[in-house]
């Protein structure tokens, strides 16, 4: 037997969900708050989505797909500078961009330190390359590079939620291009 069709749009609906975990995080958001949010009832978010947890998941999915893509298209720019300068300042336009919540899910949320991870390895990944092509020191230990600037964009999501502006990210995300040290100097 078929169920009665969704009286709602499941991707806005997931969106907004995801805008609400984002802006008070998985432990301080209820379901009232979800079903309010999304403008659904509790009986059809649990039919669309599962519980809160599963919610969770596939909203965190979401954004983080986004954030990779993000990354990905910054590492691919010649050089190492060029593309941590990139990843740095689309951080602190997406952290201060008055249609979002300030600051970052990922960057902040407990519950995604795996997706923090991820994060790392591809600023890891690029340093190495940056190394292996000489645009880097030799001597550059891109392992504490990499946990460096996942740090900063941490600090910049953190200067975001508490009311920073993108000029005060951008003063942050050039100050963090200077520690990167440049081939043969």
Do not use: N
Request: glycine letters at 8%; proline letters at 4%.
């Amino acid at each position: 037997m078929a169920g009665r069709p969704r009286s709602f749009d499941r991707d806005v609906a997931l969106g907004a969900a995801l805008e609400q975990f984002w802006r008070s995080g998985y432990e301080r958001t209820s379901l009232a708050m979800l079903t309010s949010a999304m403008g659904v009832t509790p009986p059809s978010l649990y039919a669309a989505f599962g519980d809160k947890h599963r919610l969770f998941e596939e909203a965190s999915a979401l954004y983080f797909a986004r954030t990779c893509e993000a990354v990905d298209r910054a590492a691919a720019l010649p050089s190492a500078h060029e593309a941590i300068a990139r990843m740095l300042d689309d951080t602190a336009h997406a952290h201060t961009d008055a249609a979002t919540p300030a600051g970052c899910l990922m960057l902040t949320e407990p519950r995604l330190e795996a997706q923090r991870e991820v994060l790392y390895a591809k600023i890891k990944d690029r340093l190495d390359k940056a190394v292996r092509d000489g645009d880097l020191a030799p001597a550059a230990s891109t392992d504490h590079l990499a946990a460096f600037l996942v740090a900063v964009m941490r600090g910049m999501s953190g200067r975001a939620r508490d009311g920073g502006t993108l000029e005060e990210l951008l003063a942050i995300a050039e100050t963090a291009i200077h520690a990167l040290p440049r081939a043969g100097g």
